[in-house]
Each structure stands twice: as structure tokens, then as C-alpha cells.
């Protein structure tokens, strides 16, 4: 009873101390990711303020190139376009101004500026307000017909007075840009730091104060588990030399996949496949070259398989492939490109590696179980493999 006591006692104290070093990694774990989120977000929020604001260089050079080209325009159609193009690009110049400094949300920019920043912008707030005024007038001055170019002129040199000092601004504004961005990624990378020497702190307590006093327990778990182990792999699903579903396990998702498609009137296809001289690879150059045989064909048609194909060893040198929602040409070309791929490793060795192969649709058979379908499709494996016989016979080889 005594002995008992004591084991209630060391478990209540082991689950406290686990309960308390779970809560610490939880809270820290959330604290991370909530961390890594906000850096994203900022990181993103930074990018894009940065490549905008660098755009706004790239604008107002373009609309001094506008007013230019308005102005030596030689016709009504050119001078038009030019109007037009002037007024999309100052507009757009505009509205990313002031989303830099007031944030906007359809621009991505949350307008929430350091005071350095926010200075800078007062230093180019003249020139700005000068180019975007002459933009604008000229505009409406080249909008009204039959007008002289000369009337724009003022204009167009108002717009070139300003423009180095609004690009010698903005090229200060970028780079602060840039700099508070890195500032902020440094100083993430600060607290995540510390937040991680503090999770392999507790990772480390838990080590002294927990799984060390309960070696002894865990052991017996550990004995358990192996039993369990055991239990499991013999009831393994995958053939251990090719790492595919083996037949018992292949056989039951085939049988599964049958019966959808036959109720729901949906295409699939199940193609048989046998490897042609495994046998003589296995005679003349022994078994460790037939594996390397089988282990290539298993890998060349998993490479070439669909996504929701079914794929297992049916038996030694024997392969079944369940095309999923697949018509039988478009199972053929899939069988086609492994045999490729398999013919392309063949290259060098003194044996060639293929197979021979039968497919069958499920809306042209008239079987009606899987086992059937597969009984046909075997059937016309061996007429392929008849053909391909015939072949070596008439090259001699």
C-alpha cells in the first residue's frame, strides 16, 4: 500500500512539473509564432512601402518625360495620348503619396511613418505639391482644343525646377525606408533568440526534473511499445524491397477504388505488369542484380504515376497499377514514359530491364469484380509479352 502511496505521489509530482513545462513551452511556442507573424507582416508592409516609394521616383521622372513628349507632340492623336498617359501617371503618383504618409489600404501601406520619415516628407512637400500642380495644369491646358505649346511651357519648367530636389528626397525617404526595415528584422531576431534560449532552458529542466527521475517508468513504457511494435509489423501494408503497398494491402484499396468508380460511373484503368528476364538477370548475374532490376521498375513507374494512382507488388517479378480517374490512352502514355525511364537506366548495364504489360478500363470490360479485371488485364500482359518475344526473335537477341 506503502509502495503504492508513493508511485500516486511520483506521478502527481511528475505530472505537475510536465503541466507546468508544457504551459512554458506553450506560451512560448505562441509567443514565437505570434512574433514570426508580425515580423512577416511588417517585412511584407516594409517591402512594399519601400518598392513604392521607390516607384515614386520612377513617376515623377516619367511625368516630366510626358510633359516633354506632350510638348514636342507634332499632331493632335500623339499629343492626346500623351495628355492621357500624363494624367494616369500624376494621378497614380498622387494617391501613392499620400498612402505613403497617410497609409492606405488598397495600396497595402499602412502610412505609419517614423518621425525621421515623416521630416524628410516635409522637406519635398513644396516640390511635390509644385510638379503635381503643373502636371495638373497642363493637363487641363493641353485638354482644351486648339491651345499653343508654348502655354505649357511654364509649366513643363516648373515641373524640371522641382524634380531634383523631389528625387534627391526621395532617394533620402528609400533609404530610411530601408534602414528602419532592417532595424525591425534585427530586432526580431532578438527577441526570437531569446525566446528560444528560454524554451531550450525549460527543454532542459525537463530533462533534470522529469524524464531522469522517471527512467525507470518510461523503460517499462518502452517495453510496451515494443510489443506493440511487433504487432504492427505483422500487420505491415508496404513490400519492404520496393516500398510500395504490398498485395494484401494494394488489393483491398483496389477493391475500394473499384466499387466508387463502378457505383459512381466514373473512368479508371488497372494495368498488369511482369517483368520480362528477371529470371536469366537472376541466374547470369545474380540476385543482387534482379533486386536492383525489380527496385527499377518500382521506381520508374512510381515517378511516372498520378497522384491518386494506386501502386503494389502483386508478386515477384509482378506489378499492378490502378489508374484513378483515367482513360486507358492516357494509361498506356503513363506505363510508356516509366518504361522510358527504365530503358534510359538500362543504359551501360550488360542486361536490359522492361516489362511487359496488359491494361484494362473499366467502362469497356464487362467483369464485374476487381479480381476479374485484373485476371483480364493479365491476359493481355502475356499477349504483349508474346510480342515482345517475337521481337527479339527477329532481331536475334
Given at each position: 500500500?506503502?509502495?503504492?502511496?508513493?508511485?500516486?505521489?511520483?506521478?502527481?509530482?511528475?505530472?505537475?512539473?510536465?503541466?507546468?513545462?508544457?504551459?512554458?513551452?506553450?506560451?512560448?511556442?505562441?509567443?514565437?509564432?505570434?512574433?514570426?507573424?508580425?515580423?512577416?507582416?511588417?517585412?511584407?508592409?516594409?517591402?512594399?512601402?519601400?518598392?513604392?516609394?521607390?516607384?515614386q521616383r520612377m513617376l515623377s521622372q516619367k511625368i516630366s518625360k510626358d510633359a516633354l513628349s506632350l510638348y514636342e507632340s507634332q499632331n493632335t492623336e500623339t499629343a492626346q495620348w500623351y495628355v492621357e498617359e500624363l494624367e494616369e501617371t500624376y494621378t497614380l503618383w498622387e494617391w501613392s503619396y499620400h498612402g505613403l504618409r497617410q497609409g492606405d489600404e488598397t495600396l497595402g501601406l499602412p502610412g505609419k511613418n517614423s518621425p525621421e520619415v515623416e521630416a524628410m516628407y516635409d522637406d519635398i512637400e513644396m516640390d511635390y505639391r509644385a510638379?503635381?500642380?503643373?502636371?495638373?495644369?497642363?493637363?487641363?491646358?493641353?485638354?482644351?482644343?486648339?491651345?499653343?505649346?508654348?502655354?505649357?511651357?511654364?509649366?513643363?519648367?516648373?515641373?524640371?525646377?522641382?524634380?531634383?530636389?523631389?528625387?534627391?528626397?526621395?532617394?533620402?525617404?528609400?533609404?530610411?525606408?530601408?534602414?528602419?526595415?532592417?532595424?525591425?528584422?534585427?530586432?526580431?531576431?532578438?527577441?526570437?533568440?531569446?525566446?528560444?534560449?528560454?524554451?531550450?532552458?525549460?527543454?532542459?529542466?525537463?530533462?533534470?526534473?522529469?524524464?531522469?527521475?522517471?527512467?525507470?517508468?518510461?523503460?517499462?513504457?518502452?517495453?510496451?511499445?515494443?510489443?506493440?511494435?511487433?504487432?504492427?509489423?505483422?500487420?505491415?501494408?508496404?513490400?519492404?524491397?520496393?516500398?510500395?503497398?504490398?498485395?494484401?494491402?494494394?488489393?483491398?484499396?483496389?477493391?475500394?477504388?473499384?466499387?466508387?468508380?463502378?457505383?459512381?460511373?466514373?473512368?479508371?484503368?488497372?494495368?498488369?505488369?511482369?517483368?520480362?528476364?528477371?529470371?536469366?538477370?537472376?541466374?547470369?548475374?545474380?540476385?543482387?542484380?534482379?533486386?536492383?532490376?525489380?527496385?527499377?521498375?518500382?521506381?520508374?513507374?512510381?515517378?511516372?504515376?498520378?497522384?491518386?494512382?494506386?501502386?503494389?507488388?502483386?508478386?515477384?517479378?509482378?506489378?499492378?497499377?490502378?489508374?484513378?480517374?483515367?482513360?486507358?490512352?492516357?494509361?498506356?502514355?503513363?506505363?510508356?514514359?516509366?518504361?522510358?525511364?527504365?530503358?534510359?537506366?538500362?543504359?551501360?548495364?550488360?542486361?536490359?530491364?522492361?516489362?511487359?504489360?496488359?491494361?484494362?478500363?473499366?467502362?469497356?470490360?464487362?467483369?464485374?469484380?476487381?479480381?476479374?479485371?485484373?485476371?483480364?488485364?493479365?491476359?493481355?500482359?502475356?499477349?504483349?509479352?508474346?510480342?515482345?518475344?517475337?521481337?527479339?526473335?527477329?532481331?536475334?537477341?
Open positions: 500500500m506503502k509502495k503504492n502511496t508513493n508511485s500516486i505521489k511520483l506521478a502527481n509530482m511528475f505530472q505537475q512539473r510536465y503541466l507546468v513545462a508544457l504551459i512554458i513551452i506553450a506560451v512560448l511556442v505562441v509567443g514565437s509564432q505570434i512574433i514570426v507573424q508580425i515580423a512577416i507582416s511588417k517585412q511584407q508592409d516594409d517591402s512594399r512601402v519601400v518598392n513604392i516609394s521607390g516607384r510638379i503635381l500642380s503643373s502636371a495638373k495644369e497642363i493637363v487641363k491646358i493641353a485638354s482644351e482644343p486648339e491651345y499653343e505649346r508654348e502655354e505649357i511651357w511654364e509649366q513643363i519648367q516648373a515641373i524640371e525646377n522641382h524634380e531634383g530636389l523631389f528625387l534627391e528626397g526621395m532617394d533620402k525617404i528609400v533609404f530610411q525606408y530601408d534602414h528602419e526595415s532592417k532595424e525591425k528584422i534585427r530586432l526580431f531576431r532578438i527577441i526570437e533568440l531569446a525566446l528560444m534560449l528560454i524554451t531550450l532552458l525549460t527543454l532542459a529542466g525537463e530533462l533534470i526534473f522529469i524524464f531522469r527521475p522517471a527512467k525507470h517508468h518510461i523503460e517499462h513504457s518502452l517495453g510496451e511499445l515494443e510489443q506493440s511494435r511487433e504487432v504492427l509489423q505483422q500487420h505491415a501494408t508496404l513490400d519492404e524491397m520496393t516500398d510500395m503497398f504490398n498485395k494484401r494491402t494494394g488489393m483491398m484499396l483496389f477493391q475500394s477504388l473499384f466499387s466508387n468508380r463502378k457505383r459512381e460511373g466514373d473512368e479508371m484503368c488497372v494495368g498488369f505488369l511482369d517483368l520480362d528476364g528477371l529470371k536469366a538477370v537472376n541466374d547470369t548475374f545474380g540476385h543482387e542484380a534482379g533486386d536492383h532490376f525489380i527496385q527499377s521498375v518500382a521506381k520508374a513507374i512510381k515517378n511516372s504515376a498520378g497522384s491518386g494512382d494506386i501502386l503494389f507488388r502483386y508478386g515477384g517479378d509482378e506489378f499492378v497499377w490502378v489508374f484513378d480517374s483515367c482513360d486507358k490512352k492516357t494509361a498506356r502514355l503513363r506505363i510508356l514514359k516509366s518504361l522510358e525511364r527504365l530503358l534510359r537506366e538500362s543504359v551501360g548495364k550488360p542486361y536490359r530491364m522492361y516489362f511487359s504489360f496488359g491494361i484494362v478500363s473499366i467502362s469497356e470490360t464487362s467483369k464485374k469484380t476487381p479480381e476479374e479485371m485484373l485476371s483480364e488485364a493479365d491476359q493481355q500482359m502475356y499477349v504483349d509479352k508474346e510480342k515482345n518475344r517475337q521481337k527479339r526473335r527477329e532481331i536475334g537477341g
